[in-house]
């Protein structure tokens, strides 16, 4: 049997918003499950629970890793306010945002500490006519780097938090 | 009538406007008979590497024969303003006076690109960044290509910035003059660009 797998180019939002919800258990590990007392909060995020039943937004997007990073924020903020707190009962607020992209959201590793913002590469496929998404591995940064676990001082930020190569800009520039 | 609200305001940005000369490096206007003459400062990144061949063209030889050349090209068109080659210091903190434009330099290597590279990430967290990119020191035209694709596919997967490839420029020669003034008339016109289209965006064609 020969698989016809090429890219996706466009998808709609409730089809990837359907392989993100398929996928929850290659994202954030077994037992991650959609957070069931939060209201759908739109087409491009979900909040859900991890292994530890710690909150965490999703935001995604299939082709512009900013504009998933920009709702993200804007539906962190949302959900941190006090009004959300009132209306839900037993409500926490999340406590890490997870964009999904095909590449790096500019500017995310500004947003670190008590609710940090992580990301994920993902890419939507075809296979045979069915959607998939490939999820990348997880690369524990910290490890290849280990400045990276100290956090950066604001006044430094602009010049040497975009200093060090990630690991794709690493295997990218690796040769010729 | 104005809106009395707006008062502070003015105020502070007069306060500011008198203290500003202490933060930040203003263009220096420079007096000549009938006309001003205004100075662009353009930003050099050094992306030399430890391999550089010292038969390659030198960093501070090209910052000095570009400042001449640009300025020589300018007066001759009969342009009133002058041009100053500011070479970033290591960490990448720079001057605001830049209008946009940086040029990088960059040993033609698999190290110069990654130098040229981090170097890019850095300055183009300010917006409305270009950036012109030089090579040197290849030992053929093949590696040219090859660093300069590489280099641009990089900050354009990335950064999503599109570099403007400047070529490669050897070490003075028999045709170094003519490669120089190449060199100059396409910073020119890109700073020309840049300036026109001063906004807020670094991913230009």
Known sequence: MTLQIHPVAEIDSSDLRALVVDNLGALLGDGARLVENLPQIDGCCLAVSDTHDGPVLLSFDAVDPQQALLAGLARMDLLGSEMAAQLLHDYQPPAELLVLAPAAPPGYLLFSGPCPVNWRRIQVLSVNGELGMVIAPVVDETAANPAAVAPIPLDRRPTIVESVMNPEEEQHFSQL | ?205
């Open chain 2, 1 to 205: 009538m104005h809106n009395p609200a707006w008062r502070p305001a003015r105020l502070q940005s007069g306060r500011l406007d008198s203290i500003r000369h202490h933060f930040i490096d203003v263009p220096p206007v420079i007096s000549s008979p009938g006309k001003l003459r205004v100075i662009h400062n353009l930003p050099v990144h050094l992306a030399v590497a430890a391999g550089h061949p010292a038969a390659a063209l030198q960093p501070h030889y090209l910052v000095d024969a570009l400042t001449r050349q640009l300025n020589i090209q300018t007066s001759v068109t009969g342009g009133c303003s002058g041009w100053r080659l500011e070479v970033i210091p290591p960490g990448g903190r720079m001057s605001d006076a830049g209008e946009g434009l940086i040029l990088v330099f960059a040993t033609a290597s698999l190290e110069g690109v990654r130098l040229a590279y981090t170097g890019i990430k850095q300055l183009s967290t300010t917006p409305a960044r270009r950036f012109g990119v030089l090579f040197s020191g290849a030992r053929d035209a093949e590696i040219v290509r090859r660093c300069q694709e590489r280099l641009a596919s990089g900050a354009r997967e990335f950064l999503g910035i599109r570099l403007h490839q400047l070529g490669n420029l050897s070490a003075p020669g028999p045709d170094f003059s003519a490669g120089l003034a190449r060199l100059a008339g396409e910073v020119h016109r890109l700073w020309k660009t840049q300036s026109a289209n001063n906004q807020p965006e670094v991913a230009h064609s």
